[in-house]
């Protein structure tokens, strides 16, 4: 009897314990849930072109670059031809260049694309925050690790960049981890 009450007091806490420990979980996953809704509407003729990177959460893909920036053409196909380039360390650093394709899978939300630089694997390309002048952007994707901010020149006024941050913490995106992106003046 007392073996069975001992396993039952054991059984009991291990219960306590997993409930209370995805209780937790679950509150903490509620506490940090990020805002991740795309603009309305998004003109890709309009995005076209060439954006700079201001600021990005890092990343491995694009870990040590500055100077990076992300060209938007359209392909032949229909698709987005997409070139982003950067410098190695430093602004006359050794040049870097990917080159992939990006895709609009529900032509009712083009602010949700799917960007490719290997064979047939896709990331999401979220464009979350936009100027009404495409001058600025933001985008993210369907994880909380992915987040850059993006402008038409290589500089941002730091009051813009401010508004910016704080469209993002109202979001639920943890600004601090945003590093600058160094660029050059053109």
Same mark, same amino acid.
């Given at each position: !009897?007392? *073996?069975? @009450?001992?396993?039952?007091?054991?059984?009991?806490? &291990?219960?306590?314990?997993?409930?209370?420990?995805s %209780?937790?979980?679950?509150?903490k *996953?509620?506490? =940090? !849930?990020?805002?991740?809704?795309?603009?309305?509407?998004?003109?890709?003729q309009?995005y076209?072109? =060439?954006?700079?990177?201001?600021? /990005?959460y890092d990343?491995?893909?694009?870990?040590? &670059?500055?100077g990076? *920036?992300?060209?938007?053409? !359209?392909?032949?196909?229909?698709?987005?031809?997409?070139?982003?380039?950067?410098?190695?360390?430093? &602004? $006359?650093?050794k040049? @870097?260049?990917?080159?992939?394709?990006?895709?609009?899978p529900?032509?009712?939300?083009?602010?949700?694309?799917?960007? @490719?630089?290997?064979? %047939? %694997?896709?990331?999401?390309?979220?464009?979350?925050?936009? $100027?009404?002048?495409? /001058?600025?952007?933001?985008?993210?994707?369907? @994880?909380?690790?992915?987040?850059?901010?993006l402008?038409? *020149?290589?500089? !941002? $006024?730091?009051?813009?960049?401010?508004?910016?941050?704080?469209?993002?913490?109202?979001?639920?995106?943890?600004?601090?981890?945003l590093?600058?992106?160094?660029?050059?003046?053109?």
């Amino acid at each position: !009897m007392k *073996t069975i @009450s001992k396993k039952f007091k054991i059984l009991s806490i &291990l219960v306590s314990l997993l409930i209370s420990g995805s %209780f937790s979980i679950s509150c903490k *996953t509620q506490a =940090t !849930m990020t805002d991740k809704t795309v603009v309305q509407h998004l003109d890709i003729q309009k995005y076209l072109g =060439t954006w700079y990177e201001i600021a /990005r959460y890092d990343h491995k893909f694009e870990r040590g &670059l500055v100077g990076v *920036t992300a060209t938007y053409s !359209m392909r032949d196909d229909g698709m987005i031809k997409v070139i982003n380039r950067g410098y190695k360390g430093t &602004l $006359d650093g050794k040049p @870097s260049e990917a080159v992939g394709k990006a895709k609009i899978p529900d032509p009712s939300v083009p602010s949700r694309l799917k960007v @490719s630089f290997f064979l %047939f %694997f896709y990331g999401d390309y979220y464009v979350l925050e936009l $100027d009404q002048d495409y /001058r600025w952007a933001v985008v993210g994707s369907s @994880s909380d690790n992915y987040l850059w901010i993006l402008s038409r *020149t290589p500089q !941002m $006024d730091e009051s813009l960049y401010r508004q910016i941050l704080d469209k993002l913490v109202k979001r639920g995106y943890n600004v601090e981890k945003l590093i600058k992106v160094p660029q050059k003046n053109n």
